[in-house]
C-alpha cells in the first residue's frame, strides 16, 4: 500500500512540475514577442537608444553595431524601418526552457512583416540567461 502511495506522489509531482515549466515556457513567450514589438516600434520612431535597450548584452549585432547594422538591411532589403515595422502573424515559434548554446531560456520566432509597406519576414532569437535578457539576434528574410 505505501508503495502505491508514493508511487502516485512521484507521479503528481512529475505531472504539475511539468505544468509549471510549459506555463513559464508560454508567459516567456509572450514577453518575448512584446519585447520584439517594443523593438519594432523603437526603431520605427527613429528612436535607436530605446532599440540598443532591447538587445541581449551578448546580441549580435551589440548596441555599438545597432545603428549600422539597421543601415545595412535597410540597403540590402530596399526598406526604410523608420517608415514602420508591423509584426503581423507569427509563421514559426520555438522555444526552449534551458539551451546550453545559450546557457539559459531562449525564444525564437519569425513573422510575416511588413516594413513601410512593403511585405517580408522578420526573425527574432531572445534569449534570458545570468548575462540578461533581450533580443540576442534578429533580421529579415525575403
Known amino acids: 500500500m505505501k508503495r502505491i502511495v508514493v508511487i502516485i506522489l512521484v507521479i503528481c509531482t512529475l505531472l504539475f512540475s ?11 513567450t509572450k514577453e518575448a514577442m512584446t519585447l520584439s514589438n517594443e523593438f519594432c516600434s523603437a526603431l520605427s520612431e527613429g528612436d535607436i537608444d530605446a532599440a540598443k ?5 551578448e546580441s549580435t549585432p551589440n548596441k555599438s553595431e545597432l545603428a549600422q547594422y539597421i543601415s545595412s538591411l535597410e540597403q540590402n532589403y530596399n526598406i526604410d ?6 509584426l503581423k502573424k507569427a509563421t514559426s515559434t520555438e522555444s526552449a526552457y534551458y539551451d546550453s548554446r545559450y546557457d539559459g531560456s531562449v525564444y525564437s520566432f519569425t513573422y510575416n512583416a511588413i516594413i513601410g509597406g512593403k511585405s517580408t519576414y522578420m526573425f527574432f532569437t531572445i534569449v534570458k540567461n545570468d548575462n540578461g535578457y533581450g533580443i540576442y539576434n534578429f533580421g529579415i528574410e525575403q
Open 53 to 57: 535597450e532591447c538587445l541581449h548584452t
Open 18 to 28: 511539468g505544468c509549471t515549466v510549459l506555463q513559464a515556457m508560454k508567459e516567456g
Open 81 to 86: 524601418f523608420s517608415t514602420g515595422i508591423v
